[in-house]
């Protein structure tokens, strides 16, 4: 048994409550995948194939229209607590200092919820850890619009895990940034991942970072999206931006790319 087990999934978006109609849309189609605890893997594809509907199937944030998704051999049937998730863009409250953003879900989700005032110091000191982690000590009183979008996104990163969840989900996190920062950011959750041993899954269009990130890339076809492709990323950790440069690394980015034109034209 794999931790997570996407079998023969379809998702057709459709009006709730209402019969299917020619206006349903079928995101994606008789899709497999497994996902071994601890994996860090990435999900690659043409735009509107169904990366993130897949992700939103894994949290619990839909059901499938077929086919069924399980999560430690238990069938996913509502939002899943074990799960953090992070977007493109950092949404930190504006009223609230970064520290007490990252703390956040921590106000939320059970068990911390019903200890979270008692708790609150050792709550602090988890969130600082966090932050010093990603290279934010000193930042935790500073308000999220002081400081800079690569910095939110990595207060963003430290708020998706403060629940210490076995799954963090990731959709383009760091689409909004320039190529600089978003590199930086690379080493930065790589090093989160060897931290934390979490599961992670990520959605991205740059084939390059699933490939720095990733120890396995999955390629979907056009919508309706399913598996084309899943290739494991053997090269060794933890890797730099010279690995990018690497005849391997390069060579798997190719080849990622050409199975994805194949998908669209499939
Ligand atoms: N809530 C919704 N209602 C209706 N259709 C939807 C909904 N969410 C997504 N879709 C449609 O389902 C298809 C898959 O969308 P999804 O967002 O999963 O794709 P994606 O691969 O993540 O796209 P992108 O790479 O552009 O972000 C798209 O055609 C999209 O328009």
Known sequence: MSFIEISNVDLVYGKPGEKSTVN?????????????????????????????????????????????????????????????????????????????????????????????????????????????????????????????????QRAQLCRALIHEPSILLLDEPFAALDTFTREDLWGVLQELWEFRKCTIIIVTHELREAAFLAGKVSVMSSRPGRIIKTSSVDIPRPRTLETTFEPQFVELVQDLRHHISLGKTS
């Open 24 to 152: 349903d849309t079928l995101a994606v189609s008789d899709t497999s995948i497994t996902i071994e605890d601890g994996e860090f893997l990435a999900l690659v594809g043409p735009s509107g194939c169904g990366k993130s509907t897949l992700l939103k199937l894994i949290a619990g944030l839909i059901r499938p229209s077929r086919g069924s998704v399980k999560v430690s051999g238990q069938e996913v049937t509502c939002p899943l607590k074990i799960v953090g998730m992070a977007f493109q863009n950092a949404t930190l409250l504006p009223w609230r200092n970064i520290r007490d953003n990252v703390m956040l879900p921590l106000e939320i989700v059970e068990p911390y919820r019903g200890r979270h005032r008692q708790d609150r110091a050792k709550n602090r000191e988890r969130a600082d850890i966090l932050l010093e982690k990603v290279g934010l000590a000193g930042f935790a009183e500073k308000m999220p619009w002081q400081l800079s979008g690569g910095m939110q």
